[in-house]
């Protein structure tokens, strides 16, 4: 007797910021060339395609309001009718707009929806782990359903790089998870890692090679095959990888979207160097043989307090390719467009009030910024912002980021800083960056005043 199967395509395109419309009619071209070339039966796209992503960080919270839309709504009701008119059911990441009662005040998520064959919607997902903007909320739930004969699950990025939400997804009965991504050549402190050079995407045509480099090394390929393939092995799983490709906000995209088999193996990847996808079968075969299987019978629940107790600090889901951080979360800067128009200023502070210092006589004319945050600052800052080179660094960006003037991405903005990686594990110091923060407004405002003197590259 012949076990269970279902083709399942995984695909990736560069979507195009705000444009539902247009993402939409990619969508539909390639889920049409998927079920009349490759017969899939379901098409995944990657997290948040039909609004685009990245850019989110730069809205305010009614500009996001403003693109998101209630599911199930309008885009939800689009993606339904591509999947009645090719007969295939849909997987598709965007905006939430939701209200927990009529007259609660709306909150916005990352979600994803799956639609079946006929346009019905069988599941949405909000992303339990969002960062990209404060004004996300997060998911509360696992989502898993019955769809094409198998029990599926989704998370969405970040999501997976908790092995608690896999494992817990997976306990629930989860035999094919679904894992859109947004992700790779971010910014990042980790050796290898790090941005792609827009230059080389423009010129992908005449040179694909440098490209592929990048694509498939550990800025793409080679750090997500990590991720996603010990995933999918330590718990006995399908998982249907979806990426972006190509221009996400200020980033390049490596695509790579892929599908991985119960025990780890990759059975289908893009490599192509634009709007591609891949399709595979699944079987239960696979699924009976996967080493995860093995290692759910072996748990031992009772040794795992510890997973479960409450943690002594709140939760905090931080990429370390994020600008700033202030109380965990990210703050938004304006896009590589429209920082050279940005007012050479210090930002305001009176929507972010920060805690008063002791009052402090004028320092002497000559002393640096540097200087007189060392001498301010408490006993943290003196120990961990010692080093001259990461002081001085970590204060430049602080003034850089006042001044809307920062871009992380940005290699040439990386090559300001004289210690990046020491400024990075500063701004993962969420209370220690507050302190700095707190001491340079301090001292830019004496200077303002006639208290100090600024060096010539903080001039304003």
Same mark, same amino acid.
């Given at each position: 007797?012949?076990g269970?199967?279902?083709r399942i395509?995984?695909?990736?395109?560069?979507?195009? $910021?705000?444009?539902?419309?247009?993402n939409l009619?990619?969508m539909?071209?390639?889920?049409?060339?998927?079920v009349?070339?490759s017969?899939?039966?379901?098409?995944?796209?990657?997290?948040?395609?039909?609004? +685009?992503?990245?850019?989110l960080q730069?809205?305010?919270?009614?500009?996001i309001?403003?693109?998101?839309?209630?599911?199930?709504?309008?885009?939800?009701s689009a993606l339904?009718?591509?999947a009645?008119?090719?007969g295939v059911?849909i997987?598709?990441?965007?905006?939430?707009?939701?209200r927990p009662?009529?007259?609660?005040s709306?909150?916005?998520y990352?979600?994803?929806?799956?639609? $079946?064959?006929?346009?019905k919607?069988?599941?949405?997902?909000r992303?339990?782990?969002?960062?990209v903007?404060?004004h996300?909320?997060?998911?509360?739930?696992?989502?898993v359903?019955?769809l094409l004969g198998?029990?599926?699950?989704?998370?969405i990025?970040?999501d997976n790089?908790?092995?608690e939400n896999?494992r817990?997804t997976?306990?629930?009965g989860?035999?094919i998870?679904?894992m859109?991504?947004?992700?790779?050549g971010?910014a990042?402190n980790?050796?290898g890692?790090g941005?792609?050079?827009?230059?080389?995407? #423009?010129n992908?045509?005449?040179?694909?090679?440098?490209?592929q480099?990048?694509?498939?090394?550990l800025?793409?390929?080679?750090w997500?095959?990590r991720?996603?393939?010990?995933?999918?092995w330590?718990?006995?799983?399908?998982?249907?990888?979806?990426?972006?490709?190509?221009? #996400?906000?200020?980033t390049?995209?490596?695509?790579? @979207?892929?599908?991985v088999?119960?025990?780890?193996?990759?059975?289908?990847?893009?490599?192509?160097?634009?709007?591609?996808y891949?399709?595979?079968?699944?079987?239960d075969e696979?699924?009976?043989i996967g080493s995860?299987?093995?290692?759910?019978?072996?748990?031992?629940?009772g040794l795992? $307090?510890?997973?479960?107790a409450p943690?002594?600090?709140p939760?905090?889901?931080?990429?370390?390719?994020?600008? @700033?951080w202030?109380?965990?979360n990210?703050?938004?800067?304006?896009p590589?467009s429209?920082?050279?128009?940005a007012?050479?200023?210090?930002?305001?502070?009176?929507?972010?009030p920060l805690?008063?210092?002791?009052p402090?006589?004028?320092?002497?004319?000559g *002393?640096?910024?540097?200087?007189?945050v060392l001498?301010?600052?408490?006993r943290?800052?003196?120990?961990?912002?010692?080093?001259?080179?990461?002081?001085?660094?970590?204060?430049?960006?602080?003034? !850089?980021?006042?001044?809307?003037?920062? #871009?992380?991405?940005?290699?040439?903005?990386?090559?300001?800083?004289a210690?990046? !990686?020491?400024?990075?594990?500063?701004?993962m110091?969420p209370k220690?960056?507050?302190e700095? *923060?707190q001491v340079?407004?301090t001292?830019?405002?004496l200077v303002?005043t +006639?208290?100090g003197?600024?060096?010539?590259?903080?001039?304003?």
């Open positions: 007797m012949a269970r199967t279902v395509a995984a695909v990736q395109f560069e979507s195009s $910021d705000r444009d539902k419309g247009g009619q990619t539909e071209r390639l889920a049409k060339e998927a009349k070339k017969g899939a039966n379901l098409v995944c796209f990657h997290e948040a395609c039909i609004t +685009g992503y990245s850019f730069t809205l305010s919270f009614e500009e309001l403003g693109l998101g839309e209630p599911v199930p709504g309008p885009s939800t339904g009718k591509i009645r008119n090719l059911a997987g598709a990441g965007l905006v939430e707009v939701a009662t009529k007259s609660a709306p909150r916005i990352n979600s994803y929806v799956v639609v $079946d064959s006929k346009g919607q069988v599941a949405c997902h992303k339990l782990q969002p960062f903007s404060t996300l909320s997060p998911g509360d739930n696992f989502c359903f019955p198998f029990t599926f699950g989704i998370l990025c970040y790089n908790l092995p896999v817990c997976t306990l629930r989860a035999e998870i679904l859109p991504h947004v992700t790779g971010s990042s980790q050796p890692r941005t792609i050079d827009r230059a080389l995407w #423009d992908r045509e005449r040179d694909p090679a440098s490209l480099r990048e694509f498939r090394g800025k793409g390929r080679e997500i095959h991720l996603i393939t010990c995933r999918s330590e718990n006995g799983v399908y998982a249907v990888f979806t990426n972006a490709v190509g221009v #996400d906000h200020d390049i995209k490596p695509g790579n @979207s892929m599908v088999d119960p025990c780890g193996n990759v059975v289908a990847e893009c490599t192509e160097l634009g709007d591609a891949v399709c595979a079968t699944i079987s696979a699924l009976a995860g299987q093995r290692y759910l019978k072996a748990r031992r629940p795992y $307090d510890d997973l479960v943690s002594k600090e939760s905090e889901t931080r990429p370390c390719w994020t600008r @700033s202030e109380s965990g990210i703050t938004a800067v304006p590589a429209k920082q050279a128009s007012v050479a200023k210090p930002k305001s502070t009176e929507t972010e805690p008063e210092l002791p402090e006589s004028p320092p002497p004319s *002393r640096t910024i540097e200087d007189r001498a301010r600052g408490g943290a800052i003196r120990e961990v912002c010692g080093a001259p080179g990461l002081l001085d660094g970590t204060v430049k960006w602080i003034i !850089t980021e006042l001044q809307g003037d920062i #871009d992380v991405g940005d290699v040439g903005t990386q090559k300001r800083f210690d990046f !990686t020491g400024v990075v594990q500063v701004l110091k220690l960056l507050a700095i *923060r340079v407004l001292q830019l405002k303002e +006639g208290g003197s600024a060096p010539r590259e903080y001039a304003w």
